[in-house]
């Protein structure tokens, strides 16, 4: 018999009500918005208002869900940092939990699909197995157990029912993607929710992931920066692989020290731009939930099922882009984007324009310091996302080709979690370490 029933909440009808609750609530507050207008509040008084409804209303959503709704969750969850401090605090929690929790699947399903996947004598693989979920994840959850050689490991475990529930509520959530806008000004969702569909086979079939992490795992072992846990066992729906005590990264956002948040931002920003050239290999999901701060003070790395494959490393063309427009080197940087597909042909901007859009955002590379913060997340997020300014009118001339799409997702994100832990660092020292083409 299949155990492939829906575990994630509520089959298909109880989701999608959710889900399609989100508009119902914006128009429902719209609504609110204009007697108020009408009664004679400022505008920007009751957009604060909406913006804050909206907000509580989208991640407590994305928050009950599993599959594609709290994968989106996540993945927004690292751009949290470009929310205004005043709209910010009431959801901060609700991220974190998007983070780290979800509901979790019975027992007995949890032993379903053990047997399914290591055979009707699984538990005489393990020393012990504890049955109460450790973690969370978007499509599955994770057990802490021993394995029978006395190794403590983590049982990653896919929850039944999970294509489905991730392509359908990514479908859905497409159709809500303007509201995202509300609470992201100048975050385009629809791209972001259509790579996230095309990467979603991929992430479903552990046997993949198991073997990113091995290939993670042999690039870093025996390192003294980073700690990335070895794959004990794998099946297409269960990974078991050895487990890493740490600090999470969300806790050193919310509780950690200034040595703690600058330590923790080096090695992810080490991490991002040395496994392409170690590993061939770019973690692709950088939300705090899958990093740990470890007692020795290592990073460690976990959860591999988005994984950019970049062989060759990460394109030169970035490092020189990155070089050339810290040089002021307009006519060149106009020119080299127009080559990688960033400028459409036919499309006629001002290359000082452009250098003007970009300059800002290379800031933290300008020099051999810069402090992240979300007070400068916010301003970049303002400066391109509101349609009045020039930056915002010349951006919606460029292009982001395909090739492109997740290097840039990942980089934004992980910029979104340094702005989150406050973190200052030589971050210039990295680029000219790692990144091809940035030192010539």
Not at 56 to 63: K, P, R
Not at 222 to 230: C, H, K, T, Y
Request: net charge neutral; aromatic share 6%.
């Amino acid at each position: 018999m299949s155990d492939e029933r829906p575990v994630m909440p509520r089959g298909s009808v109880g989701r999608t009500a959710r889900l399609a609750s989100l508009p119902l609530g914006a128009a429902g507050r719209a609504t609110l918005g204009l007697g108020r207008r009408l009664s004679g509040q400022s505008a920007d008084t009751v957009n604060a208002e909406l913006q804050q409804r909206t907000a509580e209303q989208l991640f407590a959503v994305l928050g009950q869900l599993k599959g594609g709704a709290m994968k989106l969750g996540q993945t927004l969850s690292v751009f949290e940092a470009a929310v205004p401090e005043e709209m910010a605090a009431p959801y901060r929690e609700a991220l974190t939990k998007l983070q780290e929790a979800a509901p979790p699947m019975p027992v007995r399903t949890v032993h379903g699909v053990l047997a399914q996947q290591l055979g009707g004598t699984w538990r005489q693989r393990f020393a012990e197995f504890d049955d109460a979920p450790a973690a969370a994840a978007s499509i599955g959850q994770v057990h802490r157990a021993t394995w029978r050689d006395g190794r403590d490991v983590a049982v990653k475990i896919q929850y039944p029912g999970a294509a489905t529930a991730l392509i359908s509520d990514l479908n859905q959530l497409a159709r809500f993607a303007r509201l995202f806008a509300t609470v992201l000004p100048g975050l385009d969702v629809k791209p972001l929710i259509a790579e996230l569909k095309a990467r979603a086979i991929e992430e479903l079939d552990y046997g993949l992931e198991a073997d990113a992490q091995r290939g993670f795992a042999a690039a870093y072992a025996d390192d003294d920066q980073f700690a990335v846990p070895r794959v004990v066992a794998s099946a297409p729906k269960v990974v078991v692989s050895e487990w890493i005590e740490g600090t999470p990264l969300s806790r050193i956002i919310s509780t950690g020290t200034r040595e703690q948040r600058d330590h923790a931002g080096r090695l992810l920003a080490t991490l991002h731009f040395s496994a392409p050239q170690r590993a061939g290999l770019l973690h692709a999901d950088p939300h705090p939930g899958n990093f740990r701060l470890l007692p020795d003070g290592r990073l460690g790395v976990i959860d591999f099922g988005a994984i950019a494959r970049l062989p060759d490393g990460h394109p030169e063309p970035i490092g020189r882009l990155l070089r050339w427009a810290l040089d002021g080197r307009a006519a060149e940087v106009l020119a080299d984007l127009r080559t990688e597909g960033f400028v459409r042909p036919g499309v006629d901007v001002d290359p000082d324009a452009v250098l003007d859009y970009l300059r800002p955002l290379l800031d933290p590379i300008a020099g051999h310091h810069f402090h992240f913060t979300r007070a400068w997340m916010q301003e970049q997020a303002m400066r391109i996302g509101d349609p009045r300014t020039d930056a915002n009118r010349l951006g919606r001339q460029l292009n982001l080709p395909p090739a492109y799409l997740l290097i840039h997702r990942v980089s934004m994100g992980s910029i979104g979690v340094l702005c989150q832990l406050d973190a200052a660092a030589d971050w210039r020292a990295v680029l000219e370490e790692w990144l091809p083409g940035f030192t010539g």
